[in-house]
């Protein structure tokens, strides 16, 4: 029979009972307040539910428990944990349908509710009973079997009655407060199965056979205890072992007890944690409430702790006072340690200085204060509030004996053309003098914070401050990287309109957060002034958020791509891309930061762009449009703290020269490297230029370090020395090398200049270069050149447009300028040759070796790539170097090239820092003298004003030795010159 009752399959005739009234629910708009009846525990029957958002719930036909016809049970009833709920619980014993005043088993105010009942003999036996809960807000009026209820809810859960044999009694109790100090405990039976004798032993000698008694211990001290409870059948006991704590001490008495007027709303505190005490409390209606006996947080003088409060769903005005000098007040100002007006929740950290007159190693008065913001003008660690309450906890204040932590907080205000850099000290532990160095070899400060500070040439400077007191020392250390600031394509758009919105409203990433106003109709904004910083190898989300669009239909209309330059190199490749997405707002594109990211300040840019767009590298130079705009941002690049990973290329690995260009691509921010040339030489410098002595095969090898680690790469017989004679000099840029990820397109098999002919060895290969391996090309100045241009048969049949470019270094000094583009063709159609001419320029350097580049990629006609000589679309693009004579009558040049008109500069090499630049004397030219290293960086710029000689003598900068090249800014040409 009971099994049948007990089913959770279908209802039975006799399984249901029935009841003379139904509830009704609260109003939907009550449901904001989160209340109800979230958990139901009786016998065998524990459920959860969603509270009040169910409105009345009637479970009788699916939820029960069997209950003994004498035995004592307890109810267990959770509602809302952040607000004092009122719960009335009946069980319907005679199941006339209605619930008698003596039918009442649970009558409770709390957020935790628990009523102990026992079932009568008269309780009818075998047949479903309702059970019915009642809650609702502990301000509202109590409810009642039938009533509605204005916030919570009512539940009805099925119960049957067995005539079971008498049980022996279960013992079970429990404390109101189980830490004294001083004050009598309260202890509470809550034993089942209806003893009829109780005898507590409290751990002191002492005794009492009361039910419920009250017990006040004369000692300090832990105490176990222990009930034994008896009826008819027999007796059983329950020991709680350490149960009872009885301190000593206590903070002084509380000298107020501030009393809440009106509480209202779920203002007050729910929760305090602070220093590992983590305690839940009621709201407001609880009035004032003295935890200090029981809770208690130990901190450190000179050392913050994070305090954080629950409060109410609306603003508060908080105030946290300490009695820092156990006199039973709260003293101002220097007690009262936080206020905040209008706030919820607040996150505090608490820091408590070491001062004359702080008393240490004894519990201290913490009193927290919140009330309905504005409720209270000017109120005191005393004054009465009106909708909230104050609680009282124990803070032990422990000395400092310890030496300080150093911290360094950076922020910078400027990247270019210099980075400006502003710190914030943020040490803890009580530090009574600060040396602060730069890294740069400037003098150090000993503030507390120093002034703003900047870096005026590209490079990594480790910042160090060291703080000391009385009990030791501790230095921090944090690197900033000044970097060149490269120019970077520019972006059109127009924008968008109103009804097809292309701009954005707001851009997250880490600590980035823009949420200026934006309007229609602007294609591209500059927000290069805000900054993100990210670190190598972690992973973040770029978030981003635009308009809808007005009408609907088969949206979303717009993409949004992004991508950093994380090589610093004025470009953004493929492998820049943070992604793109088309989808409604807002747009998320989660990215992973290389290792291989270059530390220090590069760029950032996202674009939206109407999805009907032609697809392709959107993000590098927008093509003019109407629903189109980008965004560019800062980003800072920090090390991650691991060790680097070493790698390195050079500019050629067969030489006819002897001289070669190595160039340092390792990850993780190494800061500083060890070459071996195989040669039996060594450097120390991050990208050298070293020249072999003897033709020869040599292995290279480099180590390099940082502040976690060491890494170390070797490659044998990487270096050929064909020869020593005479070669175009390194260049400044490297294009992307290696094979390409899909060529598509058709690449390049056979390139002819005139009679000279090169047949392509690496169809698949990205760039070579092959200045020794091809023979030299003989040119004469201003004669005019046939080129022709072929492709594998196997692509014939593509007809999208290939763009061929050569540049020719015709000043020879180790950069393609735009200026220095011999030829730009541009071919479409079916076909596998192609015939054109080129003009080698006349003013040439004669009879010397010279750099010939050619570049060659597919397109699709309609998406914007990068077409410097420098890069290399790494999908469909092919580079190639070769070496160039050019012969005429002029005398051959054998020194260094002097390359800029009306200019020169001397000595060159560069023995020391002092360099003088000769222009045409008289002028008095002012002029920027621009210095960039072979890794194609500028890495100083320097002013000159000429006297009347022309002359003007600069001061270097303390730079690597190595080849640079010299330009005066505005001029296209420049001098190659070498510091040693």
């Known amino acids: 029979m009971l099994g049948l009752l007990l089913s959770s399959g279908s209802p039975v005739k006799g399984q249901c009972p029935v009841a003379a009234c139904t509830p009704g629910n609260a109003p939907a708009s009550s449901a904001a307040f989160g209340m109800g009846i979230f958990r139901v525990q009786l016998a065998g029957l524990d459920t959860t539910t969603a509270g009040g958002t169910d409105g009345y719930g009637n479970y009788v036909c699916r939820s029960g428990a069997v209950l003994q ?66 809650a609702d807000y502990a301000n509202a009026p109590v409810p009642g079997p039938c009533s509605t209820p204005q916030y919570s809810q009512t539940e009805d859960y099925r119960i049957v009655c067995s005539a079971g044999a008498p049980l022996r009694p279960t013992p079970r109790f429990a404390a109101l407060d189980t830490v004294s100090c001083g004050g009598p405990v309260v202890f509470h039976d809550q034993s089942g199965n209806s003893p009829t004798t109780w005898r507590w032993s409290f751990g002191d000698g002492t005794a009492s056979t009361q039910q419920h008694p009250q017990h006040t211990y004369a000692q300090p001290g832990t105490y176990s205890v222990r009930l034994r409870v008896c009826n008819a059948v027999g007796c059983d006991s329950l020991t709680k072992t350490g149960y009872v704590l009885v301190r000593a001490d206590a903070p002084r008495p509380a000298p107020c007890q501030p009393a809440t007027i009106a509480a209202c709303c779920g203002f007050g505190i729910t929760r305090v944690r602070l220093a590992g005490l983590d305690h839940a409390s009621a709201a407001g209606t609880a009035g004032y409430e003295d935890f200090s006996c029981t809770y208690r947080a130990t ?10 409060l629950t409060t109410g769903p609306n603003a508060h005005d908080v105030r946290v006072y300490l009695d820092l000098n ?5 003293d101002l100002p220097t007690e009262l340690l936080y206020q905040g007006a209008g706030v919820q929740s607040p996150v505090v950290q608490l820091l408590v200085p070491a001062a004359t007159g702080v008393v240490y190693n004894r519990p201290l008065r913490l009193r927290l204060w919140a009330d309905a913001a504005g409720a209270t003008a000017s109120p005191t660690a005393c004054t009465p509030l009106q909708q909230g309450q104050a609680e009282d906890y124990a803070v032990v204040l422990l000395p400092n004996t310890a030496a300080p932590v150093a911290g360094i907080g950076v922020t910078y205000t400027q990247f270019c053309p210099s980075l400006r850099t502003v710190f914030s000290n943020t040490t803890v532990g009580g530090a009574t003098s600060y040396s602060w160095t730069f890294g740069d070899g400037t003098s150090p400060s000993t503030a507390v914070v120093p002034p703003p500070h900047v870096y005026t040439q590209p490079g990594p400077y480790e910042i160090r401050l060291v703080a000391r007191n009385a009990y030791g020392t501790d230095t921090a250390r944090y690197q900033v990287v000044a970097t060149t600031c490269g120019a970077y394509c520019t972006a059109a758009g127009a924008g968008g309109s109103a009804d097809a919105a292309a701009y954005f409203t707001r851009v997250q990433l880490a600590n980035l957060d823009n949420v200026d106003t934006r309007s229609p109709g602007v294609g591209y904004r500059d927000f290069t002034a805000r900054y993100a910083e990210l670190q190598q190898s972690r992973n973040f989300t770029l978030r981003a958020e635009s308009p809808p669009w007005s009408f609907g ?15 610093q190199d004025g470009a953004f490749s493929a492998n820049e891309q943070l992604g793109s997405v088309n989808t409604y707002s807002p747009y998320l594109l989660p990215f992973h930061v290389p290792l291989s990211a270059r530390p220090g300040a590069t760029r950032l840019r996202i674009q939206i762009r109407a999805s009907s767009l032609p697809t392709g590298n959107a993000v590098y130079c927008t093509p003019p449009s109407w629903n189109t705009s980008t965004e560019d941002y800062t980003v800072v690049i920090t090390a991650a703290n691991v060790a680097p990973q070493a790698g390195f290329r050079s500019n050629l690995t067969t030489s006819c020269s002897g001289t070669v260009q190595f160039q340092d691509t390792s990850s993780a921010a190494p800061n500083s490297w060890y070459w071996t040339f195989g040669d039996g030489t060594s450097s120390t410098q991050q990208h050298p230029l070293h020249t072999y002595a003897q033709p020869g095969t040599y292995s290279v090898a480099l180590r390099v370090t940082n ?18 004679n005479q070669a175009p000099v390194p260049t400044t840029c490297l294009p992307i090398t290696g094979p390409n990820a899909a060529l598509y397109f058709s690449p390049v098999s056979t390139l002819e200049l005139g009679p000279w002919i090169y047949n392509n060895p690496g169809l698949r290969d990205g760039y070579r270069d092959e200045t020794c391996a091809a023979a030299p090309i003989a040119w004469d100045a201003g004669r005019t ?23 020719l270094d015709a000043n020879d000094d180790g950069m393609l300028d735009d200026s220095e583009k011999i030829l730009q063709y541009t071919i479409s159609g079916y076909v596998s040759v192609w015939n054109t001419t080129l003009t080698v320029p006349t003013g040439t350097i004669r009879n010397r070796p010279l750099r010939l580049r050619m570049t060659y990629f597919g397109y699709d006609g309609y998406s914007p790539y990068d077409t410097r000589a420098c890069v290399r679309n790494e999908d469909y693009g092919q580079s190639r170097d070769f070496t160039v004579v050019v012969a005429g009558t002029a005398t051959a040049v054998t020194g260094p090239p002097v390359a800029g008109k009306g200019w020169s500069l001397f000595p060159n090499p560069v023995l020391a820092h002092q360099l003088t630049v000769l222009t045409a004397p008289g002028t008095g030219q002012s002029y920027l003298l621009q210095l960039w290293d072979a890794s194609g960086r500028l890495v100083a710029t320097l002013p000159g004003t000429a006297n009347s000689h022309g002359e003007a003598s600069l001061t270097l900068p303390d730079l690597p030795a190595g080849l640079y090249l010299a330009r005066i800014a505005g001029q296209a040409a420049g001098q190659r010159i070498e510091i040693r």
Do not use: K, M
Request: proline share 6%.
């Open 69 to 134: 016809r004498g035995a004592t049970y307890t109810l267990n009833v959770r509602t809302n944990p952040y607000t004092d709920e009122t719960v009335r619980a009946w069980l319907d014993y005679d199941d006339d349908g209605q619930f008698a005043t003596n039918e009442l088993i649970l009558a409770s105010t709390a957020r935790q509710h628990a009523g102990t009942f026992t079932v009568p003999a008269a309780a009818v036996l075998g047949q479903p009973l309702r059970l019915r809960i009642a």
């Open 299 to 308: 901190l450190r003088a000179d050392y913050p702790a994070l305090l954080q």
């Open 326 to 330: 156990d006199n039973g007040q709260f």
């Open 553 to 567: 239909g088969l949206g979303p209309w717009v993409v949004v791509t992004a991508a950093i330059d994380y090589n």
């Open 707 to 724: 502040q976690t680690g060491a890494a170390t790469v070797a490659r044998a017989s990487y270096i050929t020395i064909a020869s020593l």
């Open 785 to 807: 050149v046939p080129v022709t241009f072929r492709q594998p048969s196997q692509f014939q049949n593509v007809s999208s447009p290939r763009l061929c470019r050569l540049w």
